[in-house]
């Protein structure tokens, strides 16, 4: 059966702990592709300030994909109205691929935070769990959190050499005139650089 990861996000900018993440679940999870859904508005960031445009996100996701075989962007969230709730975006992958094992792909942050998620049930219903840790110690804690969510879909823990960067930080250093290049992909370090993105903030 055909196996595909979706991974959405604010992808403000992407960069390569976003690229980390994906390799390491197509390598443990077995993953025939993976899809990057760049959120309209995250609910988790409906106030956020310091936000590049869809299309400059968008065109920033498709470079990042270009660095990874079998990695692709969708805008299905983009192309909505409204806030990017995750239980609308694997139901319309759902309709999209009848016959394939849909895996969500989230942080360990993400995970443990999951039952708070609008409708986190009917998620489960549509799409399996890949979890990928980002903290060192978290692994007593994702596993506690797995056993319970069992119950009501699959979840699959995935180990990995722990990738601390975060788009903050990157966008921080981008106004402080730091090094940021090293935490992104060449091709997405040009297109910030030639669009002028995250000057006014």
Same mark, same amino acid.
């Given at each position: ?65 270009? +660095? ?38 989230? =942080? ?19 799409? =399996? ?6 903290? @060192?110690?978290?692994?007593? @804690? ?17 180990? @990995?050499?722990?990738? +601390?960067?975060?788009? +903050? ?33």
């Amino acid at each position: 059966m055909h196996r595909i990861g979706i991974f959405g996000g604010s992808f403000n900018p992407i960069h390569n702990g976003h690229l980390h993440l994906i390799r390491t679940a197509k390598e443990c999870l077995g993953l025939d592709q993976v899809i990057l859904v760049p959120a309209r508005v995250s609910p988790f960031k409906q106030h956020h300030t310091e936000m590049a445009s869809a299309a400059d996100r968008l065109a920033m996701c498709r470079l990042a994909a270009e +660095t990874v075989p079998g990695c692709t962007v969708d805008s299905c969230e983009l192309e909505r109205e409204g806030v990017s709730y995750t239980v609308d975006t694997v139901r319309y992958f759902r309709q999209q691929y009848p016959d394939a094992e849909l895996v969500l792909l989230v =942080g360990s942050d993400m995970f443990l935070s999951f039952c708070r998620w609008y409708r986190w049930q009917e998620i489960l219903q549509y799409a =399996g769990l890949g979890v990928v840790s980002r903290e @060192a110690d978290d692994r007593d @804690a994702l596993e506690a959190q797995q056993q319970f969510l069992l119950q009501y879909g699959k979840i699959f823990l995935c180990s @990995a050499d722990v990738y +601390t960067i975060s788009s +903050t930080k990157i966008r921080e250093n981008y106004k402080n005139q730091t090094d940021y290049s090293c935490y992104l992909p060449e091709k997405v370090v040009q297109y910030i650089i030639s669009h002028e993105l995250y000057q006014q903030e």
